[in-house]
Nanobody, 128 residues
Framework: QVQLVESGGGSVQAGGSLRLSCTVSGVTVSSHCMTWQRQIPGKEREGVAFIDTNGVTVYADSVKGRFNISRSNTENTLLLEMNNLKPEDTGTYYC??????????????????????WGQGTQVTVSS
């Protein structure tokens, strides 16, 4: 059984930082394209950051230079360091994994295919 459990969300003032963690079981983070996605009320779900099985990372323009995605292979955990947070970063953040293993490049962060494994989400609130 595959489980993804996010933690680390919370409330912070603009300019602050948060570190999200996603503890994964049932699949290996190093063998699957992983992503952090966010849902902001009134907007479509957005892919914030991706890391493929080669360790290549891709970020949405809105978070480039502020967010950093990484993984711990020993702990089988996906991480998201969020710095210089802005009120528009407020939303629910989800970690997810592609169903198919060993996807790299566009097959990881491009549209199409399934992020078939999802966590329950963690709330991030940034106040001005």
């Amino acid at each position: 059984q595959v489980q993804l459990v996010e933690s680390g969300g919370g409330s912070v003032q603009a300019g602050g930082s948060l570190r999200l963690s996603c503890t994964v079981s049932g699949v290996t983070v190093s063998s699957h394209c992983m992503t952090w996605q966010r849902q902001i009320p009134g907007k479509e779900r957005e892919g914030v950051a991706f890391i493929d099985t080669n360790g290549v990372t891709v970020y949405a323009d809105s978070v480039k230079g502020r967010f950093n995605i990484s993984r711990s292979n020993t702990e089988n955990t996906l991480l998201l360091e969020m710095n210089n947070l802005k009120p528009e970063d407020t939303g629910t953040y989800y970690c997810a994994a592609r169903l198919t293993p060993f996807l790299t490049g566009y097959y990881c962060y491009g549209p199409g295919g399934d992020f078939g494994y999802w966590g329950q989400g963690t709330q991030v609130t940034v106040s001005s």
